[in-house]
T-cell receptor
């Protein structure tokens, strides 16, 4: 049972345009969400996070939106750059796991075309 | 920012042997570290939670006698794959939380490629 879902395995956008990566979750106990960027054969790199008490968090070109009622979050990258090409993982943690660790989605491969 | 370092970054071992992977938090103390495994084109799957000074907590389906975890200090956790088999070949990643609250960011190591031949 996948508690964190990224239904789009891949996404291709033009340089300078907006990239929108989506993530859905089913566990209502999740209260903290993170996005990681990962290159092949490397560990994930933290990008941005959001607590369930907020609905938006912005950091430079990256903005994460959280819709608790829909159990949906999205990562917006504006403007997209070729260096953003990587696999992006959505992750969540919550009180029911004692916040022991993160539950990851399956990832979305972003390709930014020059 | 916080840094988590893993060693070795890649290792090849013979079937039946054991291999140890180290995970260090370089500029913060980590009471809890996490070990993940990623097979090609799949997501990161939590294997176990490593707690400093106590036994690790393993996820369902992960053999604790095969994947030995030792968290001997606040900056070091080790994962030993015992009697490795080719199906254990995978990308192993450790992570550490920079504090004890869920709001503290989890940082990841660079990962370790294990190939069992």
């Amino acid at each position: 049972d996948q508690q964190v879902k990224q239904n789009s395995p891949s996404l291709s956008v033009q340089e300078g345009r907006i990239s929108i990566l989506n993530c859905d979750y089913t566990n209502s106990m999740f209260d903290y969400f993170l996005w990681y960027k990962k290159y092949p054969a490397e560990g994930p790199t933290f990008l941005i996070s959001i607590s369930s008490i907020k609905d938006k968090n912005e950091d430079g070109r990256f903005t994460v939106f959280l819709n608790k009622s829909a159990k949906h979050l999205s990562l917006h990258i504006v403007p997209s750059q070729p260096g953003d090409s990587a696999v992006y993982f959505c992750a969540a943690s919550g009180a029911d796991t004692g916040r022991r660790a993160l539950t990851f989605g399956s990832g979305t491969r972003l390709q930014v075309q020059p | 920012g916080a840094v988590v370092s893993q060693h070795p970054s890649w290792v090849i071992c013979k079937s039946g042997t054991s291999v140890k992977i180290e995970c260090r938090s370089l500029d913060f103390q980590a009471t809890t570290m996490f070990w993940y495994r990623q097979f090609p084109k799949q997501s990161l799957m939590l294997m176990a939670t490593s707690n400093e000074g106590s036994k690790a907590t393993y996820e369902q389906g992960v053999e604790k006698d095969k994947f030995l975890i030792n968290h001997a200090s606040l900056t070091l956790s080790t994962l030993t794959v015992t009697s490795a088999h080719p199906e254990d070949s995978s990308f192993y990643i450790c992570s550490a939380r920079s504090g004890k609250y869920s709001g503290n960011t989890i940082y990841f190591g660079e990962g370790s490629w294990l190939t069992v031949v």
